[in-house]
């Protein structure tokens, strides 16, 4: 058997977001909260917890899952994680925990992870027309956000016709159907 050599240097892995030291403290095995942001029922198959097996998350619910199994549909780009940019932006499904979403890379501190919010709905509501109707271009771009926003504008009680009829337009929803 060869003797070790401890002058070897060996190159781990590194993760997209967290730096090297803070490896050791964080727990690939941890289970963390993700939120189904979509206004329909999505799944998938898992890669790494169950092999052969799948989750699904109903409308508005969440489930909670191990930051290794995360790691893995990241890693594979299933778009409910990792949005229409790769980076988590505009994405289906929210990874409830700061950390999981340092580590990947999602949050960082010059930039957060930019996902459909009820803020987000009162915010681009709270701005003159010409403002909202350049704005909801920015914030609100899959079919899943549209959807949600046009759900979040009856939930929240918010009458404002001309932006109603705008979002109308761009979503391509109607507001009779929520």
Same mark, same amino acid.
């Given at each position: 058997?060869?003797?070790? !050599?401890?002058?070897?240097?060996?190159?781990? &892995? %590194?993760?997209?977001?967290?730096?090297?030291?803070?490896?050791?403290?964080?727990?690939?095995?941890?289970?963390? !909260?993700?939120? !189904?942001?979509?206004?329909?029922?999505?799944?998938?198959?898992?890669?790494?917890?169950? +092999?052969?097996? &799948?989750?699904?998350?109903?409308?508005?619910?969440?489930? *909670?899952?191990? *930051?290794?199994?995360? #790691? &893995?549909?990241?890693? !594979?780009?299933?778009?409910?994680?990792?949005?229409?940019?790769?980076?988590?932006?505009? &994405?289906?499904?929210?990874?409830?925990?700061?950390?999981? *979403?340092? /580590?990947?890379?999602?949050? %960082?501190?010059?930039?957060?992870?930019?996902?459909?919010?009820?803020?987000?709905? %009162?915010?681009?509501?709270?701005?003159?027309?010409?403002?909202?109707?350049?704005?909801?271009?920015?914030?609100?771009?899959? *079919? +899943?956000? %549209? /959807?949600?926003?046009?759900?979040?504008?009856?939930? #929240?009680?918010?009458?404002? /016709?001309?932006?109603?009829?705008? +979002?109308? $337009? /761009?979503?391509?929803? $109607?507001?009779?159907?929520?």
């Amino acid at each position: 058997m060869p003797e070790k !050599n401890e002058n070897v240097a060996i190159e781990e &892995a %590194k993760p997209r977001g967290k730096k090297k030291q803070d490896l050791k403290e964080f727990n690939l095995d941890m289970r963390v !909260n993700v939120k !189904n942001l979509a206004g329909w029922t999505v799944g998938f198959g898992l890669l790494h917890d169950i +092999a052969g097996g &799948a989750i699904s998350f109903m409308k508005d619910s969440s489930q *909670r899952m191990t *930051r290794n199994e995360i #790691l &893995a549909q990241v890693n !594979n780009n299933n778009t409910m994680f990792t949005g229409t940019d790769g980076n988590g932006n505009h &994405a289906m499904l929210y990874i409830d925990d700061d950390e999981t *979403r340092e /580590y990947i890379g999602y949050d %960082k501190e010059e930039s957060k992870q930019l996902v459909f919010t009820d803020e987000i709905v %009162k915010k681009l509501f709270s701005m003159p027309q010409d403002e909202f109707e350049n704005k909801i271009k920015y914030y609100i771009v899959t *079919r +899943a956000e %549209k /959807y949600s926003f046009m759900e979040a504008i009856k939930r #929240l009680c918010l009458n404002d /016709y001309s932006k109603i009829m705008f +979002a109308e $337009r /761009y979503t391509g929803f $109607r507001f009779s159907i929520f």
